[in-house]
C-alpha cells in the first residue's frame, strides 16, 4: 500500500498531471451526450436520459478540428481526448467521432480515453482496438454497476483490452453503507490482475464529499490499490513544495480523500491547455467545476484562453479538472518562511543574551 501522508499539501505551490506538465499536450473532456442504456437507482437524474440526445456527427467532428486548430495556435500540438456521458458506446455514430479524431497527419502524439460501463458486445471492442490503433494510447475507466453487469464477464472484458495494449481502470464510487461488498469484489477484479481506483462519493452538487466514512475507510480511499502498468507502480501527477521539492502520486482521484481541492486564486491552465464539452447544449467551458462564463458552444463557437487564468471556483471536485496544471504566487509561504525566519533570530538573540549573561 502506497503512502502519500508525507505529501504536504498545504505547501505545494505547483503540480499537474506529469503528461500535461511536461509535453505540449492539450486535453479534452467530453460528455458526448447523456443517454444511456443502464438506469442504476443511484444515479442522479441529471446525469442520465433514456432518450438519446446526441447532436449532428458532422458538428462533433468539425468541433474536433476546431479545438486542435485554437489549440496548436497556443503550441498546444498534441492532444487527449476522453469521452464520457450517459454512456458513449451508446452513441450509434461513435465509431465515426473516434476514427475522425484517430485520423490526424500533422501531430506526433495522441492518446484517447473513455469512461465507459463495458457494456457493448467484444465484436464492439475489436471494431474500437481496429479504429483507433493509429493512436500512441488508449485508456478506459471502467464503471462497475452491480444492478445490471456481471463481475465475471465484466472482468474478462477488461482483460481483453488489457491484452490488446489498452490501460484499464475500474473506477469504483464507494458508497458508505456498501463499502465492504464493494471492497471485496474490487480486491477480486485486482487480483485478476486489473487497476481498481476506490472514489469517494460526491453530494449531489459534486462540491463535497458525502458523511458516513469511518477513519479506516478514509484511508483506504487514500492509499488502496495504488496504480500499476505492467507491474510497475504508475505515479502520473507531480506535485512541487514552496522549497522545489517534488512529489508523485498515482492519480488525481485521490486529491478529494486528502481534502486538497481548494485553488481559488491559483493560476490554472484549464481554458488553456484544456477544455471540456458537455450537454445538453453543447457548452465549452474551462473545466467542469469551474464558477466561470462558458468558452461558447460547439454550434456558435467558442473561444480558448491565451493564457493560464486566475481561479475564481471555491471547489476543484472532479479528478479531470484537478490534474490541470495550477500554480500559485509564494507570497503566503513567503510570509510564513519570513516568520520562521525572524522566529530563529530571536532564538540565536536569546541564546547569546544568556550567555553574555552567564559572562558577566
Ligand atoms: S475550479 Fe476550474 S479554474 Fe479552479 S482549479 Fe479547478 S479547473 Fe482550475
Wanted: glycine share 4%; net charge negative.
Amino acid at each position: 500500500m502506497e503512502n502519500y501522508n508525507h505529501i504536504p499539501f498545504d505547501q505545494i505551490v505547483e503540480f499537474g498531471q506529469q503528461t500535461l506538465l511536461n509535453s505540449p499536450l492539450f486535453t479534452v473532456s467530453w460528455i458526448l451526450g447523456r443517454f444511456c442504456n443502464y438506469n442504476c437507482s443511484y444515479c442522479w437524474p441529471y446525469a442520465r436520459s433514456s432518450t438519446p440526445d446526441h447532436q449532428d456527427l458532422e458538428l462533433y467532428l468539425s468541433t474536433i478540428d476546431n479545438i486542435k486548430q485554437q489549440a496548436r495556435a497556443n503550441n498546444f500540438t498534441q492532444f487527449h481526448f476522453s469521452f464520457s456521458g450517459g454512456e458513449p458506446t451508446a452513441y450509434k455514430k461513435f465509431a465515426a467521432v473516434l476514427k475522425h479524431y484517430a485520423q490526424d497527419s500533422e501531430t506526433d502524439y495522441q492518446s484517447l480515453h473513455m469512461t465507459t460501463n463495458l457494456s457493448p458486445a467484444i465484436s464492439w471492442w475489436n471494431k474500437f482496438l481496429e479504429n483507433t490503433k493509429s493512436l500512441q494510447r488508449r485508456s478506459i475507466t471502467a464503471s462497475f454497476h452491480a444492478e445490471f453487469a456481471d463481475e465475471e464477464s465484466f472482468g474478462d472484458r477488461c482483460l481483453n483490452l488489457i491484452d490488446n495494449g489498452v490501460f484499464v481502470t475500474i473506477n469504483q464510487v464507494m458508497v458508505p453503507n456498501l463499502f465492504d461488498e464493494y471492497y471485496e469484489r474490487c480486491q477480486r477484479f485486482v487480483d485478476r490482475g486489473i487497476n481498481v481506483t476506490l472514489k469517494p462519493q460526491s453530494n449531489e452538487s459534486a462540491s463535497e464529499i458525502v458523511d458516513g466514512y469511518n477513519d479506516e475507510q478514509i484511508k483506504l480511499m487514500r492509499t488502496g490499490f495504488p496504480l500499476k502498468y505492467n507491474g510497475v507502480s504508475a505515479q502520473q501527477i507531480q506535485l512541487t513544495d514552496h522549497k522545489g521539492t517534488s512529489y508523485n502520486i498515482d492519480q488525481a482521484e485521490r486529491f478529494n480523500a486528502f481534502g486538497f481541492n481548494k485553488f481559488k486564486g491559483w493560476n490554472c491552465h484549464a481554458g488553456y491547455q484544456s477544455c471540456i464539452i458537455r450537454e445538453p447544449g453543447g457548452e465549452i467551458k474551462r473545466a467542469y467545476s469551474c464558477h466561470d462564463e462558458p468558452l461558447g458552444t460547439i454550434d456558435k463557437g467558442f473561444k480558448l484562453f491565451s493564457k493560464p487564468n486566475a481561479c475564481i471556483t471555491p471547489s476543484c471536485v472532479s479528478s479531470a479538472d484537478s490534474k490541470i496544471p495550477k500554480f500559485r504566487k509564494m507570497d503566503f509561504l513567503e510570509n510564513a518562511l519570513q516568520e520562521q525566519e525572524m522566529l530563529e533570530i530571536s532564538r540565536q538573540q536569546s541564546v547569546r543574551n544568556k550567555k553574555e549573561r552567564a559572562n558577566v
